[in-house]
Nanobody, 123 residues
Framework: QVQPVESGGGSVQAGGSLSLSCLAS?????????LGWYRQAPGKERELVAR???????IYGDSVKGRFTISQDNRKTTVSLEMNSLTMEDTAVYYC????????????????WGRGSQVTVSS
């Protein structure tokens, strides 16, 4: 089974920076083609932060463009998120996601989710 595990996050004042990392372990029989980050704030739906598409190009949510940077290793085992110029609106639980090859990001069964890491931005 694929089990992404997040690390990092925490608390910071507005304007500061934080980073997140994720290790997406899996057996050799499961091929992962892309990794990404989503977040969910209290009372809101889960939303895209950043993810890689099938051409290994990063795609960012509109609210984080120019402030966040996603990176993944060539084996698509680890993914990181550098977050700069944080605002209180970035406060959320951040989830790492791993997409299995030949499936789309909206797959209910072949996108694997981590348990989440809390990011809290205070004024």
């Amino acid at each position: 089974q694929v089990q992404p595990v997040e690390s990092g996050g925490g608390s910071v004042q507005a304007g500061g920076s934080l980073s997140l990392s994720c290790l997406a372990s899996r057996p050799d029989t499961i091929r992962i083609c892309a990794l990404g980050w989503y977040r969910q704030a209290p009372g809101k739906e889960r939303e895209l932060v950043a993810r890689f598409n099938g051409d290994n190009m990063p795609i960012y949510g509109d609210s984080v463009k120019g402030r966040f940077t996603i990176s993944q290793d060539n084996r698509k085992t680890t993914v990181s998120l550098e977050m700069n110029s944080l605002t209180m609106e970035d406060t959320a639980v951040y989830y790492c996601a791993a997409r299995r090859c030949n499936y789309e990001w909206d797959s209910a069964y072949f996108v694997y989710w981590g348990r989440g890491s809390q990011v809290t931005v205070s004024s």
